[in-house]
């Protein structure tokens, strides 16, 4: 039957205090004797501590950052190899930082690899560097349970390169310097330059030394967002420009056209008159229609006007395109964003539905807040996010009529618009959205 291992920070020699920098395994792993658990690093060289017994990883003891000394509780183990436990006998020493409790029979590694900082020797050919020959199988987990050796994880650390990512053409599948280097050539080839460079990664933590913990996947929807949304916020620097529309005139014409609307089988909402007063808009500032060159030295201005919306549905969000939304009526409009939002929320859109934009729009209304700072669909440079509308009181100034100046109550609209500062300043985002209010506050612009 297995046993419970508690795996120890080796003798290190003279080193106190030494930082765990790597986690190479994590709870369900399973892993071989010699397979790399943890990488820690001092001042001078990094450090792997490799598994004295072959098992299952039950716990992780250690975080990233964290330091470490001899003696330190790193890992537990379910282990069928009992007699391992010839350091079963053990005990920590006094100085250790982490006691545990006395059940996990508690093994240290006998030795370790320690590899001189890569960055303070002249560096060999990377099949020079591949230390041991890996033993086992690896354990293919994003980054961890890749084998490589200390001074390639060091050297792929100080490149911001995933060794997950990379190639493995050593023995055994062993991550190379020479892995590392072409991966970098790569991704600065691929046009993605830039995305995730030098963005240091969250470290992964083991949630369930704090309480219970359960895993779920993510629906494929989330997945490809998450993806998307981190490559727009990574690439374009975000400006959000807020403001306001009044428009009580337009929601007094809406309610107007209730029945008109209900005979259609539609129901009109604020946003389907937005969606007809942006595409206006944008006629007038062609920039938030366009897209950076992928040269960065020029601008591909579209001419046409189609519009992206955001879908909420329960896997994630998605943004159907509306497209030629300036030749269209708002009933039109009504009915194509109806039958978009049904067809995303049962999952029945195509690729083709989902492109071609100039420009998107973020509804929030429906559900409340004030304002928010959506996220840029890049390559688009600009989207426009609308709040819950609420009844506010608002200082009307002088009239032309000459009556006097006073609080009105008013039907106040929130504006947010998120844009790529690359191609927009704040100048014309703030004309952008006070010429956009205009147009709301007196919707008969949008039969001009
Ligand atoms: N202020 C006040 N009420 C609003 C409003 C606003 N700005 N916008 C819509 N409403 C009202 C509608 O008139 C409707 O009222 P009734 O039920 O009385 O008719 C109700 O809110 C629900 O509207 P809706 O949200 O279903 O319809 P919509 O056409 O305005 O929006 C859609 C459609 C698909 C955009 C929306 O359902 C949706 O999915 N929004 C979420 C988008 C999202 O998650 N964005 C965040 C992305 S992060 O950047």
Redesign the pocket.
């Known amino acids: 039957m297995a046993s419970e291992t508690l795996i120890r920070v080796p003798d290190i020699g003279d080193f106190e205090s030494v930082e765990v920098v790597e986690i190479m395994v994590g709870p369900g792993d399973e892993v071989e004797v010699e397979d790399p658990l943890i990488s820690i690093e001092s001042d001078k060289a990094t450090m792997e501590i490799p598994s004295p017994v072959a098992g299952r990883v039950l716990e992780i003891r250690v975080s990233l950052g964290e330091s470490v000394s001899e003696g330190s509780a790193l890992v537990v183990m379910a282990s069928d190899e009992v007699e391992i436990s010839k350091a079963g006998d053990e005990e920590p020493p006094a100085s250790s930082p982490d006691p545990v409790e006395p059940d996990p029979t508690e093994v240290k590694p006998d030795s370790i690899d320690v590899k001189p900082d890569p960055a303070e020797v002249n560096r060999e050919p990377a099949a020079t560097e591949s230390g041991a020959p890996s033993q086992g199988a690896p354990v293919p987990a994003a980054g961890q349970g890749v084998h490589a050796s200390p001074g390639v994880r060091r050297y792929a650390r100080q490149l911001g390169v995933t060794l997950g990512e990379t190639g493995a053409s050593g023995l055994l599948g062993r991550v190379l310097e020479s892995d590392v280097v072409e991966h970098v050539h790569r991704t600065m080839s691929s046009g993605e330059a830039g995305v995730g460079r030098g963005v240091p990664p969250v470290p992964p933590v083991d949630f369930s030394r704090f309480g219970p913990v359960r895993e779920e996947p993510l629906a494929k929807i989330r997945r490809v967002s998450a993806r998307n949304l981190s490559r727009s916020w990574l690439n374009a620097p975000h400006v959000t420009q807020h403001d306001e529309a009044d428009i009580t005139t337009l929601e007094d014409f809406r309610r107007s056209c209730k029945e008109e609307a209900s005979r259609r089988g539609l129901?009109?909402?604020?946003?389907?008159f937005v969606l007809k007063a942006v595409a206006q808009v944008l006629a007038e500032f062609p920039d938030f229609r366009s897209s950076l060159a992928p040269s960065g030295e020029s601008l591909i201005v579209k001419d046409y006007f189609h519009l992206g919306?955001?879908?909420?549905?329960e896997n994630g969000?998605v943004v159907p395109v509306i497209r030629d939304v300036d030749r269209k009526s708002v009933f039109d409009l009504?009915g194509e964003?109806?039958e978009l939002?049904e067809r995303?929320r049962a999952r029945r859109l195509g690729p083709g539905d989902m492109q071609g934009a100039c420009f998107s729009?973020?509804?929030?209304?429906?559900?409340g807040g004030t304002a928010?700072t959506?996220?840029v669909n890049v390559p688009e440079v600009a989207?426009l996010?609308?709040?819950?509308?609420q009844v506010l009181p608002r200082w009307s100034g002088g009239t032309d009529s000459g009556a006097e100046a006073e609080f009105r109550a008013r039907a106040v609209?929130p504006l947010s618009l998120s844009y790529d500062h690359r191609v927009i300043d704040g100048a014309a985002a703030a004309r952008f959205t006070s010429r956009l209010g205009r147009v709301l506050a007196r919707p008969g612009y949008l039969l001009l």
């Open positions: 129901k009109l909402s604020p946003l389907h919306v955001a879908v909420d549905t969000l009504a964003l109806a939002a995303a729009i973020s509804s929030l209304g429906g559900i928010f959506p996220i989207i996010g609308l709040s819950k509308l609209l």
